[in-house]
């Protein structure tokens, strides 16, 4: 089995046991500051500095706007030399506001798609699923989410897709005391990101891999600490 690499020190081992199987589809959920896209774009940013070529697909941020973040973070696409490209679909979203629904759809395929010929990717962020699902009007939810995700495994690339979880999630602890989506069941992979209480005032970032089909990997949380680069250590204390 083929295995895609993070780049993300202490995630892809020991937590993924070697990295996530080429080709899944990876759900990457979490509230809102969880870092869940900055986490996504870091592994398309880590592979493209190496020659591999990264497409970031963005519903809401603007291109402009997720560029200033991700340079703030010491992540510039400009040194990835050619091998990330931004898709900002949020900008297509303001000119076609009549393109809904299905027809938004198939225009979202459509450019994703097409660059591939002129833009061979390997890695694909789709930031995020919830946006999709409101501008494509998903009403038969999971025969849906199947039909994408089926898509998006025949693109040939490994894909990460944002799935954002309702900030009272964080109360609940595990994943399982709140996730409903039924995305979960179709994904081949789920990393859940979390903001857990540490002491009285405090506040710690967390991510555990909570399934990865075809991998013997780490179910536990670890911290996720961001320093000049990401990094997942086991929690102390």
Not at 16 to 22: D, V
Not at 193 to 204: S, T
Request: one cysteine or more; hydrophobic letters at 40%.
């Amino acid at each position: 089995m083929a295995l895609e690499l993070t780049h993300v020190d202490g995630l892809d081992a020991p937590v993924l046991a070697g990295g996530i199987p080429r080709g899944s589809v990876v759900l990457f959920a979490g509230a809102p500051g969880t870092m869940k896209s900055s986490l996504a774009f870091a592994a398309l940013y880590n592979n493209a500095l190496k020659g591999r070529k990264g497409l970031y697909i963005s519903l809401e941020q603007s291109r402009e706007s997720l560029v200033h973040h991700m340079k703030g973070l010491g992540m510039d696409p400009e040194a990835a030399k050619g091998n990330l490209s931004i898709l900002d679909l949020g900008a297509l979203r303001a000119k076609l506001e009549e393109a809904r629904g299905p027809a938004w759809l198939d225009l979202f395929k459509m450019y994703t798609q097409t660059l591939k010929a002129s833009f061979p990717y390997e890695f694909v962020v789709l930031d995020s699923l919830n946006a999709l699902e409101i501008l494509a009007k998903f009403e038969k939810h999971r025969r849906e989410v199947f039909e994408l995700f089926t898509w998006l495994r025949g693109l040939g690339a490994t894909c990460f897709v944002i799935s954002e979880l309702p900030p009272e999630s964080e109360a609940g602890g595990d994943y399982r005391s709140f996730a409903n989506h039924r995305e979960d069941y179709l994904s081949d992979g789920i990393i859940h990101l979390k903001l857990a209480k540490r002491g009285d005032f405090g506040v710690q970032r967390q991510v555990r891999v909570v399934k990865m089909r075809g991998k013997r990997h780490s179910t536990d949380y670890h911290a996720l600490v961001f320093d000049h680069g990401f990094r997942v250590t086991r929690i102390l204390g």
